[in-house]
């Protein structure tokens, strides 16, 4: 166990230098959703039937849950990027944990992220967002914002091992942001046709969205709502154990047959 905590530690020492020297993804990713927020909230905010304030407060928990499932993306590309660089066949050639390779990524991930959220949340605040739920209910929503993240993006590992092209897989995860719109994320899933609503509210982010909602005080999740937005916080926790009881024997399987 101490042998994997250090190689790990050691791996997501190499990708905080990595992202310290080459910052652009990081920024372009954690920039978007703010560009989100301020086009939405203002030009599609005045065109829905809530007003444009009330809107913007409903908005800032479906972009933070769009971050957190942006994991999936992020995951793909570093993982895909390693291997066509030939930096897994290097780590495959040192004496240490199989896990702590694809561990390393997605902690480096997740700090990184945590840290990215900071300008969102200060952007939101300032358009009107307020936390309404107290300072647990705030802290509950962060910690299953970052578990969503930590969870999509062993997803997105496990992909870009098995894609093995950085531009494949940065195609390939160009198309994950159609996610968050097929989702509550962005508007009620209420007011979409039956069929469409079904595939919003069991979209693993409009649980994570309604859960920050509900716990930072904004909206009350619909009583009619499929099940994981019914309960959404039960619902995201739910989705997250699925994703990691699934992908992360998968991503590590895989990056033990990366050499083959």
């Known amino acids: 166990m101490n042998a994997i905590a250090y190689d790990s530690g050691a791996v997501l020492g190499r990708h905080?230098?990595?992202?310290?020297?080459?910052?652009?993804?990081?920024?372009?990713?954690?920039?978007?959703?703010?560009?989100?927020?301020?086009?939405?909230?203002?030009?599609?905010?005045?065109?829905?039937?809530?007003?444009?304030?009330?809107?913007?407060?409903?908005?800032?928990?479906?972009?933070?849950?769009?971050?957190?499932?942006?994991?999936?993306?992020?995951?793909?590309?570093?993982?895909?990027?390693?291997?066509?660089?030939?930096?897994?066949?290097?780590?495959?050639?040192?004496?240490?944990?199989?896990?702590?390779?694809?561990?390393?990524q997605t902690a480096a991930d997740l700090l990184t992220t945590a840290a990215g959220m900071v300008p969102l949340l200060l952007v939101g605040l300032a358009v009107g967002w307020r936390i309404e739920g107290g300072v647990l209910g705030a802290l509950g929503a962060l910690g299953l914002l970052l578990l969503f993240r930590f969870a999509a993006n062993w997803v997105g590992t496990y992909l870009g091992l098995l894609i093995r092209n950085e531009e494949a897989a940065g195609q390939l995860?160009?198309?994950?942001?159609?996610?968050?719109?097929?989702?509550?994320?962005?508007?009620?899933?209420?007011?979409?046709?039956?069929?469409?609503?079904?595939?919003?509210?069991?979209?693993?982010?409009?649980?994570l969205a309604a859960a920050v909602r509900d716990l930072c005080g904004n909206a009350a999740p619909a009583a009619d709502a499929a099940w994981p937005v019914a309960h959404p916080v039960a619902g995201s926790l739910l989705w997250s154990l699925l994703l990691l009881a699934l992908f992360v024997p998968l991503a590590v399987r895989r990056y033990a047959r990366s050499d083959a």
């Open 16 to 104: 905080l230098q990595r992202i310290r020297h080459a910052p652009g993804v990081v920024i372009l990713t954690q920039a978007m959703p703010i560009n989100m927020l301020l086009f939405f909230g203002y030009v599609f905010g005045s065109a829905l039937a809530m007003p444009g304030e009330q809107y913007r407060a409903y908005l800032v928990p479906g972009l933070l849950a769009a971050t957190a499932a942006g994991g999936i993306m992020t995951g793909m590309f570093q993982a895909s990027q390693d291997v066509q660089r030939g930096v897994m066949d290097r780590f495959l050639t040192l004496p240490m944990s199989r896990v702590a390779v694809p561990l390393g």
């Open 173 to 207: 995860g160009a198309t994950t942001f159609i996610l968050p719109l097929l989702s509550n994320a962005y508007i009620p899933a209420e007011g979409l046709p039956g069929w469409l609503r079904v595939v919003a509210e069991w979209n693993p982010i409009s649980a």
